[in-house]
Nanobody, 120 residues
């Protein structure tokens, strides 16, 4: 079983920055990808960014140029650096990861989310 825990959310003023972290733990043999999604009140969950094993990254349009996803392979941890935050970035941010666990069984796990609020 693979557990995912997010951290780093909070209240920030418009134009500010936050760095979210996502730590995966458990019987992990390999990770194929780590990504971030977000869900604002009344909205569906939407994709934010993905880091794929090998180093490639992809971003949804709202975060391009402002968000940066990175990964510490040794720690099975992903980060989402968010700059120039806007009120519309307010949401619960969820981390997800996919890979292989003990016995080479595939896994796909989600965290419980971390709240980001951008407000003056």
């Amino acid at each position: 079983q693979v557990q995912v825990v997010e951290s780093g959310g909070g209240l920030v003023q418009p134009g500010g920055s936050l760095r979210l972290a996502c730590a995966a733990s458990g019987s992990i043999l390999s990770i194929n990808s780590m990504g971030w999604y977000r869900q604002a009140p009344g909205n569906q969950r939407e994709w934010v960014a993905t880091f794929i094993s090998g180093g490639s990254t992809n971003y949804a349009e709202p975060g391009k140029g402002r968000f940066t996803i990175s990964r510490d392979t040794a720690k099975n941890t992903a980060y989402l650096q968010m700059n120039s935050l806007k009120p519309e970035d307010t949401a619960v941010y969820y981390c997800t990861t996919e890979g292989r666990a003990r016995g080479w069984r595939s896994f796909s796990s989600w965290g419980q989310g971390t709240q980001v609020m951008v407000s003056s």
